[in-house]
Nanobody
């Protein structure tokens, strides 16, 4: 059974940094795309960044230049380095993986990032 487990969330002051990790287990097919989504208070879930198996990356405009997504294919792990954090980055961050020939969607349970002074 596929499981995605996030870690690295927490509370940080504006301008600070956090690094999120997401490890996938129970994988029997190739992981095509891995990514991070977030859902802030009273907001809909939105895509933050994705990375393909070939390490092509896409970011939403609001995090470009501040966040960096990367992956370790040998470890089935995706990372999100978040720098210069802002209060509007406060959200639950969810890991997503699209696996196999049909790009089946799998989600982690989420990790809370709280940016406040």
């Amino acid at each position: 059974q596929v499981q995605l487990v996030e870690s690295g969330g927490g509370a940080v002051q504006p301008g600070g940094s956090l690094r999120l990790s997401c490890a996938a287990s129970g994988i029997s097919s190739s992981i095509n795309v891995m990514g991070w989504y977030r859902q802030g208070p009273g907001k809909e879930r939105e895509l933050v960044a994705v990375i393909s198996s070939g390490s092509r990356t896409t970011y939403i405009d609001s995090v470009k230049g501040r966040f960096t997504i990367s992956r370790d294919n040998a470890k089935n792990t995706v990372y999100l380095q978040m720098n210069s954090l802002k209060p509007e980055d406060t959200a639950v961050y969810y890991c997503n993986a699209k696996i196999g020939v049909y790009f089946a969607d799998f989600w982690g349970k989420g990790t809370l990032v709280n940016v406040s002074s």
